[in-house]
């Protein structure tokens, strides 16, 4: 019965919903360590705000495309992110890294 739930793909009851604050200059942040994938990707502008409040996609790239950005440092609205999953903790770096710390990234978690 497992097997056949694994083949059908993802198990909605395995989806969580989280939320990571972004700081300014700030690139890399940890993911709880039971994260297997990040499923959407958007950054939040003027969290809170009925009137300003605005989600906007970001692209999920892979590690040779963020290998070969040449400079990693650049600052402004994160566009991209990369996840590495080789690690005990799972960790997501966004590019351009934030220039301001008031920007969410919400995302669904499996």
């Known amino acids: 019965m497992f097997a056949d739930w694994a083949n059908r793909g993802i198990n909605m009851w395995t989806i969580e919903e989280g939320t990571i604050n972004l700081e300014q200059g700030t ?35 892979s590690v040779s495309t963020y290998s070969s950005i040449p400079n990693k440092l650049t600052q402004g ?19 351009p890294v934030p220039d301001q710390g008031t920007l969410a990234q919400p995302y669904y978690v499996m």
Do not use: C, F, K, M
């Open 27 to 61: 690139a890399t942040y940890n993911l709880p360590a039971d994260t297997i994938d990040l499923l959407e990707h958007v950054i939040r502008t003027g969290a809170g705000s009925v009137s300003t409040q605005s989600d906007l996609n970001i692209s999920r790239i």
């Open 77 to 95: 609205r994160p566009i991209q992110l990369y996840i590495d999953r080789g690690q005990t903790n799972p960790t997501v770096t966004v590019w």
